[in-house]
């Protein structure tokens, strides 16, 4: 699946002292995305129609102290419609009813 359209960045501001470390990095950036989409720790959401990703997030973490007060900032994406196709063959003469080609699943 594609992540969408790169469309800005987003700059989160930590509240309190925080210690990156190579161990707490990938569950600290699902809490910092969390916070970002809901607005906490006094941070604005995520704009409207906007997505971001923990990995991008686990990415622009450096491993080190950050104070409360410090910023950093991680890449915000606009979703994007996925087009799939679906090639079929069709060999013999087997009848099939339209509307179960309708249904899901």
Known sequence: MVKGK???TYSYKFKNANTITD???KELAKTILNNA???KQGNPKIAEGKTAFADDVEKALVTKTYNGGDTFSFDTYKPQEENL???AECTGT???SVESLKKEG
């Open 6 to 8: 790169k469309d800005g």
């Open 23 to 25: 161990t707490n990095k």
């Open 37 to 39: 989409k809901q607005g």
């Open 85 to 87: 196709w679906l090639k």
């Open 94 to 96: 087997k009848k099939y």
